[in-house]
């Protein structure tokens, strides 16, 4: 078995949010084990890609103390598709750890058995045989050590009683490149991990497990978290989490819809260990974090239950037949499989729901581009569905603007991260003249300001597909965000080597030349890749005014730390004179495009 390590502060496949809340009485917080624990929540994300899964299995996460002292936070091995983790983090475990110094974060990701699917140009979906995932030095990748150093600035403290927050942010698309001109795809890993000890980029949260307890007094109740989609096991392996909820709250039980006060009442009358699910945000209130719930799903609205469920996106409609893309088919059994496309089929009967909605809603509403969740009886083939409920779910647009003035009016690029392409958009207008056309894509915009956003500005919009032959407009957006001001992570690799990487090195900045760069010459952004070559600027890496951060050399296996910029630009110059070759540069921070400027905290750089 090849198993190939990376000792990176960069990792890009998946991001991790752990919550550790110390707790017990107070104490000394010194590097030693004072006998005290804290309570440790970690979650999974991930950046949006091209993938339309991206299964593996992760064996352990372990957290290495200053003195040494390793803790295991992961109870068991978990399957994890991270495709499916683009816009929100999912709770993955609530651990006790000891109290201390934490300076090393670590996870084994199995790829043995690895389940990845990619789009072509044409955007079709292809498997990547697991034969063809390789690790950067071109070997078939079976398992990847992944390590992450949290030390100076980013050392993890547990206190007894002081709650903390680290985030390891992956990204599939900076660390993956897949190779299409074969027979078969090959997708090389070079993966990519970035921390970040506060939450400074909040994504949507969710936790899953059974029914523990519920407190309509208190207005929380508490979840035995079974992440992603282990069965819904009264074990209490992965521990528990407390959920708090607001009138605002919007519930799905059985499904039937309630809003605060109801929907907690009727929560409470399902029986203990019934299936559940919270969806809301990680806050810190009165200085400890708090999960709070913007909507919960119980019972038979959640997948997995007594009905089989399929995730997707509507590609085409005709007449009550849906046909639904990339989609994630969960069986009552807990299996869950990956089909390129399933048939729907409706009727009067269909309950639909719509996500954050408990008015009423239609069948005739589900449009092409609607991201759904379906519920029903799947045939014996597994190739069609026969729908019991469907909810409507918040679908993501990446787009560039096009229209000027008060309307917002977008060249579409994707839904959901597939290609536009794919989608057939007959019917969806009052006219055949007045169907969505994805090169004019007219979304509702509402009291959401778009008066700084520019034309040809990358935009992501979150919202729902206006209903089937209403159009226009064809979307209705909740939020709107410009690409341009979302951090960046930028990665260049050298394979064999370069002692050309820096066309110059100072403790003003790092400018790169990219003569030499290998297979990585790249800067994602929130799922948008830029490749640096077509840019025609030299990219530049600067400090922050300040000078701090955190930034890394490795050479020989060694690591070698700064926290100034200033005395890791000379260490750097001086290892490069003295003959090192430079193989890799990562980094993050806010890019400018016009510049091609990288104003960063986080720099590693790996010498051969």
Not at 173 to 200: F, K, M, R, W
Not at 378 to 388: C, I, N, P
Not at 478 to 502: H, I, K, Q, W
């Amino acid at each position: 078995m090849k198993r190939f390590s990376i000792n990176w502060l960069l990792l890009g496949i998946l991001s991790l949010t752990l919550l550790l809340t110390g707790c017990g009485g107070g104490g000394s917080s010194s590097e030693a084990d004072s006998g005290e624990s804290g309570k440790l929540v970690i979650g999974l994300t991930d950046a949006p890609g091209d993938f339309s899964t991206y299964s593996v299995d992760v064996i352990s996460l372990t957290l290495t103390k200053m003195n040494g002292a390793v803790v295991e936070t992961l109870p068991m091995n978990t399957r994890i598709d991270f495709a499916q983790y683009t816009d929100m983090t999912e709770f993955l475990t609530a651990a006790s750890v000891p109290s201390g110094v934490y300076v090393k974060a670590e996870m084994l990701v199995d790829y043995s058995n690895a389940e990845i699917w990619v789009e072509d140009e044409n955007g079709n979906l292809v498997q990547v045989p697991v034969g063809n995932i390789l690790n950067e030095a071109g070997e078939t990748l079976t398992q990847l050590d992944l390590s992450v150093h949290l030390e100076g600035r980013q050392s993890l403290r547990i206190v007894p009683g002081v709650p903390a927050h680290l985030t390891l942010d992956f990204d599939l698309n900076t660390s993956n490149q897949v190779d299409l001109s074969g027979a078969e795809p090959v997708l090389t890993v070079q993966p990519i991990l970035l921390a970040d000890l506060e939450l400074d980029r909040p994504k949507i949260h969710r936790v899953r497990g059974p029914l523990a307890d519920v407190d309509t007094g208190g207005n929380h109740f508490d979840i035995n978290i079974r992440p992603f989609h282990h069965r819904f096991e009264h074990q209490h392996r992965f521990g528990d989490l407390q959920v708090n909820v607001l009138d605002e709250t919007v519930y799905e039980i059985d499904g039937a819809t309630f809003q605060g006060e109801a929907g907690l009442a009727a929560l409470d009358a399902m029986p203990i260990f019934t299936a559940t699910v919270a969806i809301g945000d990680l806050r810190r209130v009165n200085g400890r974090f708090m999960f709070q719930a913007t909507e919960v799903y119980a019972g038979s609205s959640v997948a997995g239950g007594d009905l089989d469920a399929v995730k997707g996106n509507v590609i085409v409609r005709s007449g009550d037949q849906l046909t639904v893309r990339g989609a994630t088919l969960m069986r009552t059994d807990g299996s869950v499989i990956f089909r390129d496309t399933i048939t729907i089929h409706l009727d009067t009967e269909t309950m639909v729901s719509k996500q954050l909605s408990t008015g009423a809603h239609e069948i005739s509403e589900i449009s092409v581009g609607q991201k759904v969740m379906v519920f029903g009886n799947l045939d014996a083939g597994e190739s069609s569905l026969d729908a019991d409920r469907l909810r409507m779910l918040t679908t993501v647009l990446n787009s560039t603007r096009v229209g000027e003035g008060d309307a917002l009016v977008v060249d579409l690029m994707k839904i959901d991260g597939r290609p536009v392409s794919v989608f057939d958009f007959s019917g969806t207008g009052t006219t055949e003249a007045t169907d969505a056309d994805p090169q004019n894509y007219e979304v509702e915009h509402g009291a959401l300001d778009i008066s700084q956003i520019a034309i040809d500005a990358p935009l992501r919009v979150a919202g729902f597909v206006t209903p089937f032959a209403t159009a226009p407009a064809d979307f209705t957006a909740r939020t709107l965000v410009d690409l341009t001001e979302v951090p960046a992570v930028m990665t260049v690799s050298y394979e064999t080597g370069s002692g050309n990487a820096f066309s110059a090195i100072s403790a003003d900045g790092l400018t790169l030349d990219l003569t030499d760069a290998g297979r990585f010459h790249h800067l994602g952004r929130a799922g948008v890749v830029v490749d640096l070559l077509e840019l025609g600027v030299e990219p530049v890496i600067v400090p922050h005014a300040d000078d701090d951060g955190t930034f890394w050399i490795e050479e020989s296996g060694t690591l070698q730390l700064h926290t100034s910029f200033a005395s890791f630009a000379a260490d750097l110059e001086a290892r490069i004179d003295a003959g090192g070759l430079v193989k890799k540069v990562l980094s993050s921070g806010d890019y400018v495009d016009q510049s091609g400027v990288l104003t960063s905290r986080m720099v590693s750089v790996k010498l051969l």
